[in-house]
Nanobody
Framework: QVRLVESGGGSVQAGGSLRLSCLAS????????MGWFRQAPGNEREGVAT????????YYADSVKGRFTISRDNAKNTVYLQMDSLKPEDSAMYYC?????????????????????WGQGTQVTVSA
């Protein structure tokens, strides 16, 4: 089994930055993709950014391209999400997720139902 623990959320003003971290433990060798998803109240969970852990390929939602950067440190079993130029509409609970699937298309990497397990989430609040 894989366990995921997020950290790094918080409150920031618009235009500011935050970095989220996701530490994976357990059977990490089974992971092919890790990703960040977010969910605001009343909204569906949406993909933000994902990374293929073996080769570092990255995938981003259009809404965060050029502002967010996902990266990984395989030696530390950790994935990061650097969030710059934050906007109030980025406010949400951010979740880390992983999958052992190796057959995902670019679009599928941003679909929450392709990922399990999930972390407990970390709140990001951006004020205007």
């Amino acid at each position: 089994q894989v366990r995921l623990v997020e950290s790094g959320g918080g409150s920031v003003q618009a235009g500011g930055s935050l970095r989220l971290s996701c530490l994976a433990s357990g059977n990490t060798a089974s992971i092919n993709y890790m990703g960040w998803f977010r969910q605001a109240p009343g909204n569906e969970r949406e993909g933000v950014a994902t990374i293929r852990t073996r080769n570092g390929s990255t995938y981003y939602a259009d809404s965060v391209k050029g502002r967010f950067t996902i990266s990984r440190d395989n030696a530390k079993n950790t994935v990061y999400l650097q969030m710059d130029s934050l906007k109030p509409e980025d406010s949400a609970m951010y979740y880390c997720a992983a999958t052992g699937r190796s057959d995902l298309t670019a679009i599928q990497t941003l679909r929450a139902f392709n990922f399990y397990p999930w972390g407990q989430g970390t709140q990001v609040t951006v004020s205007a």
